[in-house]
């Protein structure tokens, strides 16, 4: 994504109206009106946005909650309304404040929601289960989906009975690279592979890229988001050297900040 120049001036102003449209209920910024006000493409005002300046702390919801019909419905429609290629990270965190989530957060639940697939089967159980009054939390216990509720009704209202027995799948409007979905054990596995194999600038990414299954450009990134962490640990752990040679592992230490 193309970046350009953002005056202090642009950030104030984008920033303090996106404020005035925060809606409590939806716990997001109602950007449509924000963009009719500023008379601004929505995707400029979110690269404008700076939630430090307004005070607006993004979510961060795990993609094994049930996030609600209706912030998913908002999330899966935005990506596929601004972004139909293969997303970069920047496209993500103009998502993130958007849905006023963390766009991590945002990709791991779209990599669920692509990677689940309705079957014949399951439609008809579906299908009896709504006739007969069940909720959607009950329905996905029954069915045994191996999703969240909230993926399941939506899975459930965009598919044909007739387009099941179908066996190419659709082609999705934009792909969501595995490289950018990290579990959290993964997150720990790279802080501890990079204590282990990484001096400052003098990384075996190779190693580290085999080891976890990303790539290394994906390793590189990822170790930007954790340096936060990778400091707190580092820190830590010399700390508990100084003080005691039969100390805990540092793998619990990075656990701990990890949680």
């Known amino acids: 994504m193309f970046t350009m120049h953002i005056s202090p001036e642009q950030k104030y102003r984008v920033s ?17 009106g924000v963009c009719s006000e500023l008379r601004l493409p929505i995707l400029k005002a979110l690269e ?6 307004c005070g607006i702390r993004q979510r961060s919801l795990s993609e094994t909650q049930d996030w609600g019909i209706e912030t998913l419905t908002a999330l899966k429609s935005f990506t596929e309304t601004h972004f139909q290629h293969c997303m970069s990270v920047d ?4 998502v ?33 289960y709504r006739d007969a009054g069940l909720l959607w939390p009950t329905i996905c216990r029954n069915t045994l989906a191996d999703c969240t509720p909230d993926i399941l ?26 490289h950018q979905h ?13 204590s282990q194999y990484g001096n400052g600038n003098d990384v075996d990414w190779n190693y580290i890229s085999k080891t976890l299954g990303h790539s290394k450009n994906a390793c590189r990134y ?30 619990l230490g990075i656990d701990y900040l990890l949680n």
Not at 16 to 32: G, H, Q, S
Not at 232 to 245: H, I, K, P, W, Y
Request: aromatic residues 10%; proline residues 4%.
């Open 16 to 32: 303090l109206t996106a404020k005035n449209y925060y809606n409590p209920a939806r716990e997001r910024v109602d950007w449509e």
């Open 153 to 178: 009704r939506i899975a459930y209202a965009t598919s044909n009975k007739d387009t099941l027995h179908k066996s190419k799948r659709p082609k999705a409007k934009f792909r969501i690279s595995k």
């Open 91 to 94: 496209d993500w965190v103009l």
């Open 222 to 251: 990822r170790r930007i988001l954790l340096r936060p962490q990778i400091r707190e640990a580092r820190g830590s752990s010399m700390d508990t050297d100084q003080a005691a040679s039969s100390s805990e592992s540092p793998s």
């Open 96 to 128: 993130g404040k958007y849905m006023n989530i963390c766009h991590s957060d945002c990709v791991a639940k779209m990599w669920e929601l692509g990677k689940f697939r309705m079957t014949p089967i399951l439609f008809e159980q579906i299908t009896e």
């Open 48 to 53: 404008h946005f700076d939630e430090s300046i």
């Open 182 to 194: 990290w579990s959290r054990e993964e997150d720990v596995k790279l802080i501890e592979l990079l």
